[in-house]
């Protein structure tokens, strides 16, 4: 048995006759807050796809939590995902407690917390939410699950500094990494760095490094973004 | 915020130094009670991890204890406190002398150059500057 809660191990998936990412093999820590990183169209989504079972690799495995991931591992993953997902027509409130059904593990005092942390109206409609607030609202869906893992799609993207500032702060406060795993994607590397673990590094389908954020620093003496443009280079 | 870190170095560090200068100035006072693990990484701005990982450090240090269930407590050995100052003060000193002497000054422009600055520094202050 593995005691990583992800591991992929020579996973390829292709689109037609392109691969989106090609032999990758990497395990996450249980307990740890990881981001994968990279330009645009390097991967990162398909692997968080993956990871949440929502796709299947073309050709290797993925594994979450010692299960083969498919749709049914929905129960044990929160997947935060790039595109807009929830219904205009619900009110927040009515969300959480869609989301609530939708869920064993979700928490609903955990989401008037967050809510009320967020500074979010529980009577406003989806609809009429501004940017920054629906980034708000699909963050606190996220974290008000008890789900052993969390992946987040880009979830700073787009959102103005003080929108960022409280999600990264939400994410210190409220999520539990004695029991929890974080995978998210960001191209806003800078802003997520204190937060971070550990870092994988993704360019065109492969991975050029996954490192200690501390090492990165303490032995190379490098921010993030300096270690991604060398390696990168490679 | 009140985090703002040097990217290029371990942030864990930097927080340990933060921690051990706030001692020493006195602002963090002995057998005093460190705030719990995630309410400093809120405070910081950083990951829990990083601070369980300064809390074992201070811990290793004998700077910090662990009380099983109730937090983290300043250490109340008073002589490991001055002895952490006395570090303080050599490491930086240490670091401006090399500096100052791989800059070409001989010891007697330093401690001149220190001796003026100090008293351009005290006339600022007692004009409230």
Known sequence: MSEHIVDFCNVSKKYLNQYAINDISFGLAPGKITALVGPNGSGKSTILKLAAGLIRPSSGSVTVNGRTACR???AEVAFLSEKDVLYPFFTVDETIKFNAGLFADFDLQKAGEILHFMGLEKNKKVRHLSKGNLGRLK???ALSRRAPLILMDE?????DPLARDVIIKSMISHIDLG?????LSTHEVSEVEPVLDMVICIYYGRIKGIEDVEKVREEYGLSLLDWMKKISVN | MRGKFDNTKPIYLQILQRLCRQLVRGEIKTGQKLPSIREMALHMGVNPNTIQR?????EQM???ETRRGLGSY????EERLSRLREDLKREQICRFV??????GFNPGEIIEGVDNELKIQASKEAKGV
């Open chain 1, 72 to 74: 049914r591992i929905a």
């Open chain 1, 139 to 141: 963050i606190t869906l």
């Open chain 1, 155 to 159: 979830p700073l993207a787009g959102l």
């Open chain 1, 179 to 183: 029991s929890q795993t974080v995978l």
């Open chain 2, 54 to 58: 300064v809390y074992n450090e201070l």
């Open chain 2, 62 to 64: 004998e700077i910090a």
């Open chain 2, 74 to 77: 300043v250490t109340e050995n």
């Open chain 2, 98 to 103: 090399k500096d100052m002497r791989e800059s």
